[in-house]
């Protein structure tokens, strides 16, 4: 690989983890609200909680904004990388021929689908998140509704552009990395809400009042964490057996490798989320009551910073194994089999018909 090849494989990891981390956000955030924050802070009837509620709601709304912001460009960006790399197997400039064999292929088209998607949810959050997310009659059911769906399908164009797409059985491949998908945001954005936002709400008082909000949100988020973990989990090794031909393929391929990484990454989120739902949960609970130290809090804020530190290593190497070549081998309609692994977005659609050149793309893509 080529200083130029090496650097446009850099370029597309980042692209995909911004994507990737964008729209975890925007997807799982509605259901963290709904699930966790909106139920804790309903227990919270006291008026001099309103200020913290609006803080928290200030940056859930920032956050929602940021994401749209970053999908987006994520996106140029992708259809960007997608056009250059097609103009250097062309041997050619980068001009409008180049943009339109990119839109010529579902990566493309599923790129550009984003565009209003992300229009979509822009007039219906700003300004609104502010104002309905923890509010206690905030939204309705058509609001929430629009938000999750709209974000739900954001999510699924990452699938659609991606191994699942060319995955035996495809059926399988797409469903089961859209649940894969769907689980892992809403436990991302639960890590994010947890570490980075709280505090927000709390800011200025006391470590009882801390522990009454915080204690709550840990019990629910605990449960839905576990859930989510366990559907990762499962559906990661069902996306592994449909992407790995050989278990000698996870330290001999370069797909291989950077699984087994993130394997790893994700056997240190499992340690966090143990301590976290066995020992610190009811540390919590305890403390809440008055019956246990108030310092269990404080554990649990490193354990959910670290937690988010491994949860983006997890994100970055996903964006680095979906450009990888996985090392089961898939039919390309044409008859021919080639290494499936090429990623969609990589200018070659396996099996879908590309730019005109399929075969010759594929070949010079394919290890």
Not at 322 to 340: C, L, M, N, P, Y
Request: aromatic letters at 8%; proline letters at 2%.
């Amino acid at each position: 690989m080529g200083f130029e090849d090496a650097l446009r494989e850099v370029a597309f990891t980042f692209v995909r983890l911004f994507a990737f981390t964008a729209h975890a956000v925007l997807l799982g955030l509605p259901v963290v609200c709904l699930i966790v924050l909106r139920p804790a802070f309903g227990r919270l009837v006291d008026d001099s909680w309103d200020v913290g509620r609006n803080r928290l709601a200030l940056r859930l709304e920032g956050a929602a904004r940021a994401a749209m912001i970053g999908s987006a460009v994520a996106t140029v960006l992708g259809i960007l990388l997608q056009a250059v790399l097609i103009a250097s197997l062309d041997e050619g400039e980068l001009s409008s021929p180049s943009f339109m064999s990119v839109f010529s292929t579902s990566f493309g088209q599923w790129y550009l689908f984003r565009l209003p998607l992300l229009a979509g949810l822009y007039v219906l959050l700003v300004g609104q998140v502010a104002r309905w997310s923890l509010a206690r009659a905030g939204g309705g059911r058509a609001w929430w509704a629009g938000w999750i769906l709209l974000a739900f399908v954001l999510v699924a164009t990452s699938t659609f552009t991606g191994h699942a797409a060319v995955a035996s059985p495809r059926a399988l491949g797409i469903g089961n990395d859209l649940l894969h998908l769907v689980a892992g945001s809403i436990w991302f954005a639960g890590i994010v809400m947890l570490a980075v936002f709280l505090p927000d709400a709390w800011r200025g008082r006391s470590e009882p009042d801390r522990l009454r909000l915080l204690a709550p949100i840990v019990v629910r988020f605990s449960t839905v964490a576990l859930v989510t973990i366990g559907i990762v989990a499962i559906t990661g090794v069902i996306n592994s057996l449909l992407n790995v031909a050989r278990f000698s393929d996870l330290f001999g391929s370069a797909y291989g490798v950077t699984l087994t990484i993130k394997v790893l990454l994700f056997f240190g989120i499992l340690a966090m989320g143990a301590v976290n739902h066995f020992i610190l949960r009811d540390r919590m609970q305890r403390a809440a009551t008055g019956t246990g130290t108030t310092s269990a809090h404080i554990t649990f804020r490193r354990t959910i910073a670290i937690e988010l530190v491994i949860a983006l290593g997890i994100m970055g190497a996903t964006g680095w194994l979906t450009g990888q070549a996985k090392t089961r081998q898939t039919q390309v309609r044409s008859g021919v089999e080639v290494g499936s692994g090429v990623e969609v977005g990589s200018g070659v659609e396996v099996g879908s018909g590309v730019v005109g050149r399929e075969l010759e793309i594929s070949s010079a893509r394919t290890p």
